[in-house]
Each structure stands twice: as structure tokens, then as C-alpha cells.
């Protein structure tokens, strides 16, 4: 297909609306701002940032736990980038998905995501800045894809919403087994409001929260550590620490079948 050229050539193009990304155009922004003011001028469609990312909303991972359960709303917790940056009017956000790049003339290639349209655009650019990040790869892990539920996006919140309220409604006898990969702080609040949300239901829960490292939340503070520790006790949350997960089965197995202490 013929690309559709964008004739702006001074533009800065960023791939990548995470933290990194995100936190460069503002930065990027509040510099050319001071750089306008120090010139005398307010010509704000000199130069654009353009921020591209292939979703439509910014997701705060430290707070998606919080929609799960439903103390926050959608737009709190997942605002859009066009609310995000509509103070800032030198950047401009872009929807769009990657399919290539050409160091040479300096032009990125996309697609819009949110269009039925396939045709391909053009985006010329005088600089450019890769945060796209790390992806979470499922198979890596066997029995993954098929048994884990990652937690990143909305999606997949919802999707454990879901999931939740249909353990809610089998009312089984026996505690439900939950168990959650990753002592970080995300990994922590979640295994605490996990049992909370099911003893609002009177529902008999055991979490299990696995984690690779030496300690839970160990970029944390010594203080902010050793109060997750204790909340977790409390809560009685059951924590594996220096473990790895080297396969995932169906869920009538145990979870000593599923990951191995290393």
C-alpha cells in the first residue's frame, strides 16, 4: 500500500506510552516551554511531540488492583492520553500501531488500531525515542497461556473481575486457592484485597503469593517492606519467597505441583 506522508519534519516522535514514554513528552514539553520563554516567543506549532502508543489509555499499574475490586474508577486508575495531555499543547497523542522504521530518511511507519482502515501512514521526524518496554511472555512458562491470567491492562481486570464473581457464585465448601506471581507492590495489594473482597462475600479464600526475590517489595523502602510482611501475615497470607514457577497446571492441582524453590 502507498503510505500517506505527514509533512512535519521537526517533529520528535516517541513509540512507547508507558511510564518512560509518558514522563520523556512531559519532560521534553516542559523544556521546549522553558526554551520558548527564554526566546521571547510563544510560537507553540514550531516543534511537536508526538507520543504513539498502540493503546488508547495510560494504564497506572499501582492502582489497577483498585478497579479490580472497585474503589476506583476506569478513568482514575486508566485515564486516556488525550486527557492526560490536554494541557500541554505541544504534544500530540497518536494511536497507533508500529509496522516499521527508516533510520535513514528519518520516517516511522503505522497504522491506526482504532480504525478499520489498513492503509499505512508516514510520520517524518527529526528525532525519535524508543520506550516501548518489556513485553510479559506467557509461554515462557508452561501451562501459562492456558491457566494464568496476567494483570497489566483493563482488560485483564475486568477479566479477573469476572473471574472472581464466578468463584463467588460455585459456593464451594472448600476455601478457594488463589495464588499470585510477583512480590512487588501491585503483587502485594492484590493478594491483600483479594482476601478482603472475598470475606466481604463470606467467602473461604487461601492466597499464595510467589515471589523470585530474596524479599517482597524489595525496591521498597526497609519501612514500607516490613510493613507489607506484616499486613500479609496478618492477613494470613501464605509467602513464597526465592521461588520460581516452572510450570502451571489445571487448577485442581496443588500449588506444590506447579512451582518448584529454587
Known amino acids: 500500500l502507498e503510505s500517506i506522508e505527514e509533512e512535519e519534519e521537526d517533529d520528535i516522535v516517541i513509540v512507547g506510552g508507558g511510564f518512560g514514554g509518558l514522563n520523556a513528552a512531559l519532560s521534553l514539553s516542559s523544556m521546549m516551554d522553558e526554551e520558548r520563554r527564554q526566546d521571547g516567543t510563544e510560537d507553540l506549532k514550531k516543534r511537536k511531540i508526538i507520543l504513539m502508543d498502540e493503546k488508547e489509555r495510560f494504564v497506572f499499574l499501582p492502582l489497577l488492583y483498585e478497579l479490580c475490586i472497585g474503589d476506583a474508577s476506569v478513568d482514575e486508575v486508566a485515564p486516556t492520553f488525550a486527557s492526560l495531555l490536554s494541557s500541554t499543547p505541544n504534544i500530540e497523542f497518536v494511536q497507533a500501531r508500529i509496522s516499521g522504521v527508516d533510520n535513514v530518511d528519518n520516517c516511522i511507519y503505522y497504522t491506526s488500531p482504532s480504525s478499520s482502515s489498513t492503509e499505512e501512514k508516514k510520520k517524518k521526524y527529526s528525532a525519535m525515542i524508543v520506550a516501548t518496554g518489556s513485553e510479559l511472555q506467557l509461554d515462557a512458562i508452561p501451562g501459562a497461556t492456558q491457566y494464568a491470567l496476567p494483570f497489566y491492562t483493563v482488560e485483564q481486570c475486568f477479566e479477573l473481575k469476572r473471574r472472581f464473581q464466578r468463584l463467588e457464585q460455585l ?7 488463589v ?9 502485594v495489594e492484590l493478594a491483600l484485597n483479594t482476601i478482603q473482597r472475598f470475606e466481604n462475600t463470606n467467602t473461604k479464600v487461601k492466597v499464595t503469593l510467589i515471589h523470585r526475590g530474596k524479599h517482597i517489595l524489595q525496591n521498597a523502602t526497609p519501612y514500607n517492606s516490613q510493613q507489607g510482611i506484616d499486613k500479609l501475615q496478618e492477613y494470613g497470607v501464605q509467602t513464597l519467597t526465592q521461588t520460581s514457577v516452572l510450570q502451571i497446571l489445571p487448577p485442581t492441582t496443588t500449588n506444590d505441583d506447579s512451582a518448584s524453590h529454587h
Do not use: A, E, K
Request: glycine share 24%; net charge positive.
Open 179 to 187: 495464588v499470585i506471581v510477583g512480590g512487588g507492590y501491585s503483587g
Open 171 to 177: 459456593q464451594l465448601q472448600r476455601p478457594l486457592q
